[in-house]
């Protein structure tokens, strides 16, 4: 049911980009991958939101519901990360002729969270199985939220020191349509990462059922 | 008022086994020097003095995660981790006298690293004293809470640097900003939020690491 509305969803995205929305002007064709770039990373924060906002219910509640929760967040706030990082490259290609520019704030930020969150796996992956590690892993998913707006302010500062010039930032001009379809896009993205978020869950869930069968079979 | 009692006495615990061993302080000593000469070499001749600078907070990081990776050596060998834990005190009061001595070691590695940084590339001025010193507290006060996390760990040693360089980052932006920058103060001030805002997140938490 879940997967069904959001494959409607990005299908129906997927039309408004390429065929409603009106090209834009200077950039052409490339800018439709804004449709996606944008979306998608509005939601890896999302996830990772939610994923430490498990982790903090699992430290107040001490309900191991939680662990699996805030780590299957987190691993789908961390695939969302890697497009982001991939749509951005190929925009800033399509658009600048250069893969990777340290001038986008929000791509360096999405750089520095990748590094942060795949640590978090390695660390996840080398702890014994058991409340130790569910609070050490809940522990290190809080420090990343509140490692975000550091890490924001801290690029923002960097960019002053090694480009003295000041940014002028335009505003969100888009047209109606353009708008709207951002809109659904990020609605479809958003689902999508729901149903994924939904689905890990579910196969994790029977993973650690069908376990506990076998052991209590075994034992 | 004990708590501040055994905080002090947690750090004497960590100076003294130091002074007695002789372990971690020589090897951070030596490693922060040898760091520095190999810059000299990896910088191209006419480099400019702004490159030695970050370089001087690429030493000071590693150098902080070398002694951090033994922080809590002691504690794991003999299992005295559990001892504490079982300890009548508040378990973040263990986190703080160990921030506090390697906060001490850090310092005493500094006290080495900035004359002779100056001796050998740049000089030194009140600014990037200033940004050290604040920096300090951030990596003692994160580097022991990631430090306690690696050595529940199996890995331990090898996920350390993974864990601690993305937090590190912000860290090094406020001290390189600090010592190159027109206006060091909005640097130091970023490095002061820094500190606070991780500190008590540190010290809030640390329970959670070290309990079940």
């Known amino acids: 049911m879940l997967a069904a509305l959001a494959a409607m969803l990005v299908g129906s995205s997927l039309v408004l980009v390429f065929f409603v929305a009106p090209e834009d002007a200077d950039q052409g064709l490339s800018q439709k991958i804004f449709y996606f770039h944008v979306p998608i990373a509005l939601t890896a924060y999302a996830c990772f939101g939610w994923g430490a906002h498990k982790a903090l219910l699992l430290l107040w509640r001490k309900d191991e519901r939680y662990d699996l929760e805030s780590f299957v967040a987190i691993h789908q706030g961390t695939i969302f990360g890697a497009l982001t990082l991939a749509t951005g490259s190929i925009w800033a290609k399509a658009s600048w002729g250069h893969w990777w520019l340290w001038s986008e704030n929000q791509l360096v930020l999405f750089l520095v969270l990748f590094l942060f969150y795949s640590a978090y796996f390695m660390l996840r992956f080398s702890l014994e199985e058991g409340p130790r590690r569910a609070n050490i892993s809940a522990v290190y998913a809080l420090f990343g939220i509140v490692l975000v707006p550091v890490s924001f302010l801290a690029i923002r500062l960097a960019e002053n020191v090694i480009h003295p010039t000041v940014f002028t930032r335009e505003g969100p001009q888009m047209s109606g349509t353009m708008f709207f379809t951002f809109c659904v896009a990020w609605i479809a993205i958003t689902s999508l990462a729901y149903t994924l978020y939904r689905l890990e869950l579910l196969g994790k869930r029977l993973d650690s059922n069908l376990r506990e069968l076998r052991e209590a079979l075994s034992s | 008022m004990s708590y501040l009692a055994d905080v002090v006495t947690l750090t ?100 080495v690293a900035l004359p002779a940084f100056a001796a050998f590339f740049a000089p030194v001025d009140l600014s990037t004293v200033a940004g050290v010193l604040l920096a300090n507290i951030g990596i003692c006060a994160i580097g022991t809470l990631l430090a306690a996390m690696a050595a529940a760990s199996r890995t331990r040693e090898l996920i350390l640097p993974l864990l601690f360089l993305p937090l590190a980052i912000p860290l090094v932006v406020g001290g390189v900003g600090a010592s190159v920058s027109e206006e060091p103060e909005r640097f130091l001030a970023f490095l002061g939020l820094y500190d606070a805002v991780f500190a008590i997140l540190c010290w809030a938490s640390f329970e959670y690491v070290v309990s079940e």
Do not use: C, H, N, Y
Not at chain 2, 40 to 57: I, K, T, V, Y
Not at chain 2, 80 to 86: D, F
């Open chain 2, 12 to 111: 004497r615990k960590d100076l003294l086994l130091e002074l007695r061993a002789r372990d971690t302080l020589p090897a951070m000593l030596l490693f922060v020097v040898s760091t520095l000469v190999v810059f000299r070499f990896a910088l191209p001749e006419g480099a400019d003095e702004l490159a030695a600078q970050g370089l001087l907070w690429v030493a000071l990081v590693f150098t902080a995660l070398l002694g951090l990776a033994r922080a809590w050596a002691p504690e794991r060998e003999s299992g005295a981790l559990e001892g504490l834990v079982l300890a009548p005190t508040d378990r973040s009061a263990i986190w703080l006298g160990k921030s506090a001595a390697v906060f001490v070691f850090l310092a005493a590695v500094e006290l």
